[in-house]
């Protein structure tokens, strides 16, 4: 099992930036993939971006494209997204989540952080 911590979360400004981190601990050598996803007020999980473990490609979803960049530190295993020209529909609790191969599902989650964005 894979054991996942997030921060970074915080309340900025539109047009603002944060960075978030995604720690992972326990066995990441079972780790094919990690990716972010949110979840808005009465709103389903939605993918924000991931990250292949074996090489590196990442992948966004097409609302954060352009200002969410998706970055990995192999030597303290955190992952981070940085965001930058936040909007207000941005608002939503952060998770990272992952995955270990392609076909599975992502079940192992963090308890995610509240990203918080204001006029």
């Known amino acids: 099992q894979v054991q996942l911590v997030e921060s970074g979360g915080g309340l900025v400004q539109t047009g603002g930036s944060l960075r978030l981190s995604c720690a992972a601990s326990?066995?990441?050598?079972?780790?094919?993939?990690l990716a972010w996803f949110r979840q808005a007020p009465g709103k389903e999980h939605e993918f924000v971006s991931g990250i292949r473990w074996s090489d590196g490609t990442t992948y966004y979803a097409d609302s954060v494209k352009g200002r969410f960049t998706i970055s990995r530190d192999d030597a303290k295993n955190t992952v981070y997204l940085q965001m930058n020209s936040l909007k207000l529909e941005d608002t939503a609790v952060y998770y990272c989540?992952?995955?270990?191969?392609?076909?599975?599902?992502?079940?192992?989650w963090g308890q995610g952080t509240q990203v918080a964005v204001s006029s």
């Open positions: 326990g066995r990441t050598s079972s780790v094919y993939a």
């Open positions: 989540a992952t995955q270990r191969g392609p076909a599975n599902n992502f079940d192992s």
